[in-house]
């Protein structure tokens, strides 16, 4: 997961390198909204990431799948 | 005053690719010449047919090109058109999760959603289904979403207040028709909010990140960081993780006990059920609003003949109970539920005063229930008779009342604090107060019980 994880976001961020992105949308979608989602994105990255590692320990202890929830 | 005619509906203009049109009495999507390579991706790509086939998406037709230059695609009638403030907590979390949902399969065939309002989501044949065909717009990779700040505003925060502040912070959104605004959610959420990540972020950090950029005196675009795809996935499901758990203190069994207590013995609530049963089927009606539905005993009986039934009641926890009820119980599928303070019934809203329809002219219909309601108006809200009579009226030609006299112990207690001024409040004084609105009056005695039922058709024009 992790490794996909960073493949991901190794292709996303050359392919910006190549390709123009445009925001434009008939609403408004405000600066801080804009300004927030990478962030909010790379905060949430990080929490499915310590929770996956924590359900990981977890199906150590104990038989039965576990479910990914923030 | 001006000679200026106003539109009958101005619902959808916001979008220069397109918004949907009432042509006669059939709905329709436009698409502009500005839309247009939107909308024939959103076919092409079979996006729009696997939504239809999930049953998430209204459905439509093939469009057709006008000689206006535009094409209009027929869209299936909703029976019924109701608003975020007047929601379920259920229904509005699921709208928030349906609209996530969209965003997600859209992604995987390179598309996006140009906005998150909460009217592109309509109750339909029991369903939520997303209404607003044209949302879908090309996907761009590392693109940040539009929709961002209009769905917190529409659906996290308002969800967040209903679920963990006060439920009645959803009646703000009568005010903010845009969805709430973010400092007024931050300010408004209890302090435990604090320690949940999806608050500190979509919503405190939000809101901090809109107060720095809001005032600057920079006119360029501000610089914004790329969103790549699988984190903004990532983003989203978290959302719907998070959202799919969000319960109301309704739901989780605060209220479980809060409608169990009524005047009147089983037998006599039963006898109550065939009368209405009963007028329901020998009226044959196409469509019933139910005044007062409570938790809907007396909706689901009159949507067994009835083809459309707006279940109205001012009690929250009522209301999301009767949606908690039909959406894991089934037969609901002609039945919506809507909170509705009959006092203040929604109003015109927006632009003009018709971006959104008052109640009064959206549940007109066939039949209008009143029943334990009568009483309510009258004594607990000081409402002369003939205004009740004036209500019903206005919404049906023929009414379905119970009436419920001074000796019932239900009017005992509204009477209990406060001196009787109520000397018209009687079977007569009612009969003569709907005798203005309407010629004819038959009456059904409840066994076992003081009370009637009365049923008034003929209604004067």
């Known amino acids: ?59 150590l202890f104990r038989k039965g799948s576990h479910h990914d929830k923030l | 005053m001006t000679n200026f005619e106003c ?16 042509i006669g009495n059939g709905f329709f999507r436009r698409i502009t010449a500005a839309g247009w390579e939107d909308w024939r991706k959103f076919n092409d790509s079979g996006l729009a047919k696997s939504l239809v086939a999930d049953g998430l998406l209204l459905p439509f037709d093939k469009a057709e090109k006008q000689p206006s230059g535009d094409w209009l695609a027929p869209v299936e009638t909703l029976d019924f058109i109701s ?56 996907y761009h990779e590392g693109e940040v979403w539009a929709g961002y700040r209009q769905f917190v505003a529409h659906f996290l925060g308002p969800l967040l207040l209903m679920a963990w502040g006060d439920r009645r912070h ?7 028709p845009d969805g709430l605004p973010l400092d007024y959610v931050a300010g408004a959420l209890p302090r435990r909010s604090l320690f949940s990540l999806q608050a500190l972020v979509h919503i405190y950090g939000h809101a901090w990140f809109q107060h720095r950029l809001q005032d600057t005196a920079d006119l360029r675009a501000p610089e914004i960081r790329p969103l790549p795809r ?61 005044l007062g539905a409570n938790t809907g005993v007396f909706s689901r009986i009159a949507a067994e003949t009835a083809g459309v039934v707006i279940a109205a009641d001012v009690d929250f926890p009522a209301v999301d109970r009767l949606y908690g009820q039909l959406q894991n119980m089934g037969g609901g599928e002609r039945i919506f539920p809507l909170q509705q303070d009959l006092c203040c019934p929604s109003p015109g809203l927006g632009v003009l005063n018709r971006e959104r329809l008052p109640f009064l002219e959206r549940a007109r219909a066939d039949l209008a229930l009143g029943l ?10 000081n409402w002369p008779l003939e205004l009740v009579g004036a209500l019903f009226a206005e919404l049906a030609p023929a009414a379905v009342v119970e ?6 112990t239900q009017v005992k207690r509204l009477l209990r604090t406060r001196p009787d001024i109520f000397p018209e409040y009687g079977r007569d004084g009612l009969l003569a107060a709907f ?27």
């Open chain 2, 372 to 381: 334990a309601l009568v009483h309510h108006l009258a004594i607990g809200c």
């Open chain 2, 170 to 176: 959803q009646l703000q959104l009568r005010n903010f």
């Open chain 2, 435 to 461: 005798g203005r609105y309407y010629r004819r009056v038959r009456v059904f005695p409840i066994a076992g019980s003081e009370r009637e039922i009365f049923l008034f058709d003929e209604r004067i024009a």
């Open chain 2, 230 to 290: 699988k984190r903004f996935q990532t983003l989203l499901l978290s959302l719907r993780d998070f959202l799919s758990g969000l319960k109301s203190p309704s739901e989780s069994g605060e209220w479980s006990d809060y409608y169990d207590h009524t005047s009147y013995s089983e037998a006599s609530f039963l006898d109550k059920q065939r009368i209405v049963r009963e007028l329901c089927r020998e009226l044959a009606l196409r469509r019933v609003v139910d």
């Open chain 2, 83 to 138: 608003y975020s403030h007047e929601w379920a907590f259920g229904q509005f979390r699921d709208a928030a999760l349906l609209t996530l949902e969209l965003l997600l399969r859209a992604l995987e065939y390179g598309m996006t959603l140009k906005d998150a309002s909460s009217c592109n989501v309509q109750r339909h044949r029991g369903r939520t289904v997303f209404m607003d065909h044209g949302s879908f717009t090309v």
């Open chain 2, 403 to 408: 009436f419920v006299p001074k000796s019932d």
């Open chain 2, 7 to 22: 539109p009958p509906e101005c619902f959808s203009f916001r979008d220069p690719a397109g918004g949907a049109v009432r």
């Open chain 1, 1 to 59: 997961m992790k490794r996909n994880i960073i493949g991901s976001a190794t292709v996303a961020t050359v392919g910006l390198l190549f390709f123009p992105w445009d925001a434009w949308a008939y609403l408004d979608p405000g600066a801080g909204s804009m300004a927030i989602q990478a962030l909010a994105a790379a905060v949430f990255t990080v929490a499915v990431f310590f929770r996956q590692i924590r359900n990981w320990v977890c199906s």
